[in-house]
């Protein structure tokens, strides 16, 4: 799951374009990148988009501060449906299908370095992420 959540998305150009070379700390999901490369090339994204422009982060040097969550399905082979969402510190996969020796959900810590340590109660972190999956888009 990581690989579908922490993907790199690396951007060379005018330092005065897209800012300092830097690794940017943060959540952002695969919406944002229209809007960025719009305004990459210059241009205004339409009114009404979903996705935020992660180019004033890029020219800062500053952590995105796109979202508190990331959300990743994944379809594949015949019968997988999983999705997962994360804070930054913890992911939760909830299995969608009935593929053998899967746990309905699986809670995981995701990552210690941001966003401080991975820490509170499992059932209330399991709880709270669990929901978002659940809220309609």
């Known amino acids: 799951y990581r690989s579908h959540l922490q993907v790199p998305f690396i951007v060379l150009g005018p ?27 210059g241009a205004r994204p339409p009114s009404g988009i979903d996705g935020v422009s992660l180019l004033e982060a890029m020219r800062k040097s500053s952590p995105v501060a796109v979202g508190a969550t990331a959300v990743s399905e994944t379809r594949w082979r015949r019968g997988v449906n999983k999705i997962a969402v994360t804070d930054g510190s913890w992911l939760l996969v909830e299995n969608r299908d009935s593929w053998p020796g899967t746990a309905p959900t699986e809670l995981f810590k995701f990552s210690a370095q941001q966003n401080g340590a991975a820490g509170g109660d ?3 972190v399991e709880s709270k992420l669990a929901e978002l999956l659940a809220t309609p888009a």
């Open 122 to 124: 499992r059932a209330q």
């Open 15 to 41: 330092e005065k374009l897209v800012g300092k070379p830097a690794k940017l700390s943060g959540l952002a999901e695969l919406i944002d990148l229209y809007p960025t490369v719009v305004g990459l090339a």
